[in-house]
């Protein structure tokens, strides 16, 4: 496989690495490395998302006639690489990556008009109310009934894990509108102004203390008829393509920069012995072993890339393996973080760190957030689908069990 990039897609390298290096601040950098969640936070992905939203980059996969560059798969990736290098803040995709595509797709002319100039500019900010307690890898068996009341629907049920709904302004929501037949054919796609009397969002906080995600309360909500997106009971075609989005990711370049930072405490750290953890052959081994399987996981990119270049479909069995081995690879990497920190990664070191009374050991930044990112990354095989779920689908289609 060749992973050079062409003279023209090196121009375009070089034009991002600029943007890079004048736009994204010391401080934003700074807390993008303190960030221990998926996403950045709301202030700080908004600053970003503003200096991405003037250069025409804030939505990487958007088509140029709806604000988006027009990007050819290769150079999504481009610029997904060098904003992994630069230490970029990691934008949350719920608005971007999401729904914008939907109502590119799937959206009335009004819809596109009222919601995606505010999604690129981030005046909007969406939260994703799909799961729901007891409806997370069979999402079809989801329960939130909606029921049409004139120009409206009323909403009851509850939604969770729904990802900086503290943040939103706005969700997108799946209903159950009909109970006849299969579960996929009662479901509708609705949109949610946050404001709605009747919603209520409790936080739920992780067990690695952040607040990212949340349990959200429907009592008798009224979403207008004109929020919704598709017609009604169509709503699980139009959330089996945005799902297509959800799975399909890029794992490789922030991978990479995890594992440079896996090196740093490694060589930083001692093993008692007057050696440097990086010196030890058992780890030695296992820094390799995550290297092999980073680029195993680079090479299956390459290989979706060039599929979808080609205008073929991505298989649904590569979309499974990638985010299979994306995210367990992302837990061992978090793991030997971990290991290499040795007794200075036990969590109650954490306040100390907080503020600021490091050992000469443990350098400014990197003891900080490995605990909470390892607690944290446990997440990683669940969501967006879990890993026995993806073992399922490669089972089904690429073994034909
Ligand atoms: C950090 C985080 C953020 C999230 N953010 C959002 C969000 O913003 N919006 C949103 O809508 N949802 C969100 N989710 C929810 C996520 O999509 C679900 O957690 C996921 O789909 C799994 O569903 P569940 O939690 O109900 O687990 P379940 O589906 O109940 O699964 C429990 C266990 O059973 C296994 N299992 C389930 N079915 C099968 C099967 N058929 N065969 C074998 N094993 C099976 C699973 O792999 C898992 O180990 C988030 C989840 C997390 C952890």
Known sequence: ????????????????????DA??????????????????????????????????????????????????????????????????????????????????????????????????????????????????????????????????????????????????????????????????????FLLLDMKTPGLTVKPIITMSGEHEVNQCF?????????????????????????????????????????????KKIASAEQDGWGATIRENARFKHKIAEAEIAISAIEFTERRIISQLSAGGPVGDATASMLKLKGSETMQFVTELALEALGLYAAPDQRPALDRGSNTPSIGPHYGVTVTARYLNTRAATVYGGSSEVQRNILARVALGL
């Open 218 to 262: 429907f009592d008798n909500v009224r979403i207008p008829v004109a929020n919704r997106v598709g017609d009604e009971n169509q709503g699980w075609t139009v959330a089996k393509y945005l799902l297509e989005f959800e799975r399909g990711g890029v794992y490789s370049p922030r991978l990479r920069g995890m594992l440079r930072k896996v």
């Open 1 to 20: 496989m060749d992973l050079n990039f062409s003279p023209a897609e090196e121009v375009l390298r070089a034009e991002i690495r600029a943007f890079l």
């Open 23 to 188: 736009e994204l601040t010391e401080e934003m950098r700074e807390q993008a490395r303190l960030t221990v969640g998926v996403f950045a936070e709301r202030p700080l992905a908004q600053a970003w998302q503003e200096r991405l939203h003037s250069r025409g980059w804030a939505a990487p996969n958007w088509p140029r006639e709806h604000g988006g560059p027009g990007w050819t798969p290769l150079e999504r990736y481009i610029f997904e690489k060098e904003c992994a290098r630069a230490g970029a803040p990691t934008l949350p995709f719920m608005s971007l990556k999401l729904l914008g595509p939907v109502l590119i797709h799937f959206g009335s002319a009004a819809q596109q008009q009222r919601y995606l100039p505010a999604i690129l500019s981030g005046e909007d900010f969406w939260a994703q109310g799909f799961s729901e307690p007891g409806s997370g890898s069979d999402l079809a068996s989801l329960r939130t009934r909606a029921v049409r009341e004139g120009g409206h629907y009323r909403v009851n049920g509850s939604k969770i894990w729904t990802t900086h709904a503290q943040f939103a302004n706005w969700m997108f929501l799946l209903v159950r509108t009909g109970t006849e037949g299969k579960p996929q054919t009662g479901i509708t």
